[in-house]
């Protein structure tokens, strides 16, 4: 079993003796072997209608209700329903549970289920030698094993000799198993994944209780589901069962309660702790939230989620278009509204222009890109990093926007209250750059208190903001007292926000250049300077309210490994284990991509060599040494999957020891 | 006996902000931005509850003119500004200003989808059959043959038939003026301001400079009464000089008729714009001036409201959503927002 130690752990970890009978009625009464180790990493893989994500699922509540700290990683193909049986229809989902505090779904797999050999085939890379390989027997048949490539059985060949393999005839056991239930022979085929779920609760000792009550609350409200309910109950149980009865393994593993800060958990995703940190922000600011966007993957959950907050007022737009939806949430946010669009890397292309008229009309815009594989449409359902420059610099003009990147998916809850706050505070356009990776994996949440989150306060204009003051040039006069000013500007160069409705600040404002103060169009040479000049300012201002980079690891070190947004969890583990081997290294993570914490500078110069991995082609490490002229080194990878942990570490070692 | 409150009155001056006017001389916008301030004075809507949205064009600089709320945006997209303003905020009175090549050509999609979903905003499209401020290409209403930088020989283009395509949209009002028919003109804004949900109006708007007396046929007081069709409820479809010609149904085939001749009054088509089937709206929208001097019994272009019904509008059936979830869970507090079904204590 893995352990985050990094130290060299037997597969199967620390033994210790135990016997006593099942949490869930033993059927039989053996007394077995019980060995308890502190993580374990399971993937469950099938074809993409097995139901692996959710028996992945359901493991990983089970596991967060008895006390482990769980992360997860569902991985699933594009295509909703591939060719079945293929390769390109393979769906995973890995989940990492744990007696100890973990930031990774894990790197290699102590467990692998598979239902099927193009499971197996696109998998079995990633278990451990000596790993537990469950083998659904009943899908090597000869055509199924075409439909993966494969011209031997692999269970037949030897290749698999390395693993502990365990063959369950899991279709037939679990036909067997429902046949009395009134289901058709393809709704009986359906039930296996409870089956193999039931199975792998059985190895780790684990109560079928969360998935009994699921599965109750599910199918058990209408008549004409019962059947499915007590064929996925039964299936569930004999899968339990089997592995009791026929003592599949010589062991049972047991990985005992984390010790966590104490408090009130629940699981929760990315998209999920997003859609509760927005409307959490519209509350906390008092404001409608509007949220516009058309259907995209990996965001659409994000919608999907909010368009179930409307007792909150919070209001959902699908729009017609990408383009649409960014238009819709400005006009919003023009009407006083906190305007949201969501969306992913294509979709931002689109919303180009739109955003490039929040820069110049300086209203506030939330942009949700939850990243994923490019160019064009690139890999939908797969991770990456690479928005980070399109973010940054893909306008027209000189065009500075904001930028936050959640680093976990607890944290996704946290930099949208973030992004709601700077938006409003300062009236631009900000960038929220989530990925796929965090926002559909999860992780333990411990639920805030109300009086913990932070205030967000939004001022609107009332009365007519004119002194009567006359000056030079660019800083032109304000004309007659008592007329409404829409650009003059507050101590960070904010300018008001007059919503329509209010008498006597009727204004216009649109995206031709406009003159200071007044707003009125203006052309001059030295007006377009300065106002360009001025919202760099603004943005750059934005350092002023954020909190400074905080440095982790020995002060002698040599190495900074400087990381941003979903890769936190990945590159602390890896930091972690480095600073355990001996090795002097630091970590630092940016949330605020721009602008860039106020001690930035003095921070990267601390240290002789930077490390900066990145899912993208080095696009942080890219502006690092743009703006701060660093001897940034870049570890990048874009092959749709998160880091593996060992990868980071590899890479610190060979910095530390100058073999680069 | 009570008297209600009076509505708000407003002045032309009123409306009228400190900017220069930059449009070219004798252009057809001028006498728009004139006959909709004098319009707005009597709809009973305060200044700061009004806002003008507009994309890119010529026509897009309204907003600058009107000393009420404005938003000057992107190409095409206005239609989804002014959406989220009404979702933002209901109570304004929002009007879009676009034009041919905004609304019908970059913007051709969001109009459709405005229009259907029947978000409370009044589309003015001022239809000058050419693209003005990028100097004179033609557009997608250009007729064919029209002779541009970019359509060397005559454009080809079938052009869209903008009233067919709102309608096609199914939009709830949908009407045609002229910049220069200034008590029409007046009418059909007043018209549209009342009317709730999305407004539709296509403007003929003459380009002075790059598709001058494109509408000639529609304008010039010596032919028009026999080449425009002054729709009216309840009025039976009869124009020309001394009123004798007129709309009669063959089967679903409109034709030219002269009465007394052809036919007797009775046998005209009565127009009815409250009338839930839009086909005879539609009908109505397929009526194309000819310039062939040898056409017989050409088809008059109908000026008018075509079609005025009522639907429940895109924020009325949202706020339904919104009071019908808030009743069954009651409205939503902070506290509420993390309560999970699954949760955990650790102490």
């Not at chain 1, 180009?352 to 160019?375: F, H, K, W, Y």
Request: aromatic share 8%; glycine share 10%; charged share 20%.
């Amino acid at each position: 079993m893995s352990s985050e130690s990094g130290s060299a752990t037997a597969p199967l970890g620390t033994p210790a003796s135990a016997s006593h009978g099942s949490p869930n009625g033993s059927p039989n009464g053996h007394h077995r072997k019980i060995e308890r180790v502190e993580s374990v990493t399971i993937r469950f893989a099938g074809d993409s209608g097995d139901g692996m994500q959710l028996a992945g699922t359901q493991f990983t509540n089970t596991s967060a209700l008895l006390g482990n700290d769980i992360a997860t990683f569902p991985d699933f193909p594009a295509e909703i329903r591939a060719p079945a049986g293929t390769l390109a229809g393979v769906s995973g989902f890995q989940v990492h549970f744990s007696s100890h505090d973990i930031h990774t779904p894990g790197d290699a797999l102590d467990a692998l289920v598979v239902m099927n050999p193009a499971a197996l085939k696109t998998n079995l890379k990633d278990l451990q030698p000596g790993g537990i390989l469950i083998v659904n027997t009943d899908s090597f048949g000869v055509s199924d094993l075409k439909k993966a490539n494969y011209t031997i059985s692999p269970l037949e060949d030897g290749s698999l000799k390395g693993y502990r393999v365990v063959r369950v005839a899991v279709s037939k056991l679990t036909v067997e198993a429902v046949k009395d239930c009134g289901l058709t022979p393809r709704e009986q085929d359906r039930c296996k994944n409870f089956f193999a779920l039931g199975l792998v609760y059985w190895m780790y000792e684990r109560t079928l209780d969360v998935t009994l009550k699921w599965i109750k609350d599910k199918f058990g409200k209408k008549p004409e589901t019962r059947p499915v309910m007590e064929a996925n109950t039964r299936a569930l149980k004999a899968g339990y069962n089997y592995g009791e009865t026929v003592e599949l393994l010589p062991v049972q593993y047991q990985v005992a309660k984390a010790q966590i800060a104490p408090g009130t958990y629940r699981k929760i995703t990315g998209n999920e702790a997003a859609v509760l940190g927005f409307v959490a922000a519209s509350q906390l600011a008092k404001k409608q939230l509007v949220y516009a966007s058309y259907p995209i993957t990996p965001a659409s959950p994000i919608l999907e989620g909010l368009a179930d907050m409307r007792r909150f007022g919070v209001k959902t737009f699908q729009a017609e278009d990408e383009i649409a939806a960014a238009g819709v949430a400005m006009g919003a946010s023009y009407g006083g509204a906190i305007g949201i669009t969501g969306t992913s890397g294509p979709g931002v292309c689109l919303k180009s222009e739109a955003i490039n008229l929040a820069v110049m009309t300086e209203l506030p815009l939330i942009i949700v890109d939850v990243q994923r594989g490019g160019p064009s449409t690139g890999l939908p359902t797969k991770t990456e990093q690479a928005d980070l420059l399109q973010a940054m610099f893909g306008r027209n003009g000189e065009s500075p926007v904001a930028i936050i990147a959640p680093q976990s998916p607890v944290d996704c809850f946290d930099a949208a209250i973030e992004a709601v706050r700077i938006a409003t505070r300062f009236m631009c356009p900000v960038f929220y750059l989530s990925d796929g990776y965090i926002a559909n994996g999860s992780e333990p949440w411990k639920i805030p208190s109300v009086s913990e989150l932070p205030k967000i306060e939004v001022k609107h204009a009332t009365e007519p903001n004119s002194n009567g003051w006359t000056g030079p040039a660019h800083e032109v006069g304000e004309g007659e007292a008592g007329k409404f000013l829409p650009y003059k500007r507050d101590e960070f160069l904010a300018r008001p926000w007059a919503v329509p409705g209010t008498p006597g600040l009727e204004h216009r404002i649109g995206g031709i250049e406009k003159q200071d103060v007044t707003g009125n169009i203006n052309y001059e040479p030295a007006n377009h300077q300065h106002m360009t000049d001025t919202r760099a300012k603004k943005i750059a201002n934005i350092a002023e309210t954020i909190p400074d980079l905080v440095v982790t690891g020995p002060a002698d070190a040599e190495l900074l490994v400087v990381g941003w947004g979903g890769t936190f969890g990945t590159i602390t583990t890896a930091v972690q284990r480095s600073q355990r081997k001996g090795l002097k290294v630091a970590q630092v993570h940016f949330r605020h991509l721009n602008p860039m914490p106020k001690n930035t500078e003095a921070v990267l110069k601390r240290f002789k060599k930077i490390l900066v991995p990145e899912l993208n082609g080095g696009q942080l490490c890219w502006l690092l040494r743009a703006k701060y002229l660093v001897p940034a080194e870049g570890l990048n990878k874009v092959q749709g999957k998160p880091f593996l942990v060992s990868e980071i570490e590899g890479a610190i070692s060979k910095l530390v020891s100058g073999e680069w | 006996m009570a008297t209600a409150a009076p509505l708000p009155t407003l002045t032309t001056k009123e409306l009228t902000t400190d900017q220069e006017v930059r449009w070219c001389p004798g252009c057809g916008d001028y006498s728009i931005l004139a006959q909709m301030k004098k319009a707005l004075t009597t709809v009973g809507v305060p200044r700061e509850k009004m806002v003008f949205v507009s994309g890119i064009g010529c026509s897009s600089r309204f907003p600058y003119y009107m000393n009420t709320y404005g938003f000057h945006t992107i190409h095409g997209r206005a239609p989804t500004f002014a959406t989220g303003l009404r979702l933002a905020n209901p109570d304004l009175q929002v009007w879009v200003v676009t034009g041919d090549g905004d609304g019908l050509s970059i913007g051709g999609n969001h109009l459709i989808h405005a229009l259907r979903r029947n978000i409370d905003i009044k589309v003015l499209l001022f239809n000058n059959e050419i693209y003005g401020l990028t100097k004179g290409q033609y557009s997608p209403a250009s007729r064919i043959g029209t002779p541009t930088k970019t359509s060397p020989g005559g454009s080809f283009e079938t052009p869209v038939r903008p009233l067919s395509l709102a309608l096609a949209a199914e939009a709830t009002f949908v009407a045609r003026t002229i910049d220069v028919d200034v008590q029409h003109l007046v009418a059909i804004l007043q018209k549209a301001a009342a009317h709730k949900g999305s407004a539709f109006v296509e403007i003929y708007q003459n380009c002075k400079i790059f598709n001058d007396e494109v509408f000639k046929y529609a304008t010039d007081k010596a032919v028009k009464s026999s080449n425009v069709l002054y729709l009216e409820h309840g009025k039976p479809m009869v124009f020309g000089k001394d009123r004798t010609k007129g709309i009669r149904l063959n089967g679903l085939k409109p034709e030219v008729v002269e009465i007394g001749k052809d036919c007797q009054l009775d046998d005209i088509l009565t127009h009815d714009e409250f009338a839930e089937d839009p086909t005879p709206a539609y009908l109505l929208s397929r009526f194309v001036h000819s310039e062939d001097p040898s056409a017989v019994n050409p088809f008059p272009e109908p000026v008018g409201v075509f079609r005025n019904v009522t639907r429940p509008t895109y924020e009325e059936l949202l706020a339904d959503r919104i009071k019908v979830a808030t009743e069954k869970k009651g409205a939503g507090k902070i506290e509420d927002l993390f309560k999970a079904e699954d949760v955990w204590t650790v102490s």
